[in-house]
């Protein structure tokens, strides 16, 4: 048996080119999980250049918490 501990997100004022945006990143799975906003989407980016888009940060974290990364502890974790 195994359980998923709650993610631990940071952020950081990131630099591309003369602008500036946050970042928010997960810093305690085994997957890495990066959410930047452009324009009035927030990108979340989760490997191999895939990525999906969100309207909000909040919509883009809890599909990472409670969908995508739980899946993948399925996925790569085996039951005991």
């Not at 630099?15 to 946050?22: C, E, G, I, V």
């Not at 452009?38 to 990472?64: H, I, M, P, Q, T």
């Amino acid at each position: 048996m195994y359980k998923i501990p709650k993610l631990k997100w940071s952020d950081r004022l990131e630099q591309a080119l003369d602008n500036y945006r946050n970042v928010w990143f997960t810093t305690n799975t085994f997957n890495d999980y990066y959410i930047q906003k452009e324009d009035d989407l927030f990108y979340c980016y989760y490997g191999n250049g895939r990525f999906r888009e969100f309207k909000s940060l909040d919509e883009a974290k809890d599909w990472v918490e409670n969908t995508h990364y739980p899946d993948q502890v399925n996925k790569y974790l085996e039951k005991v």
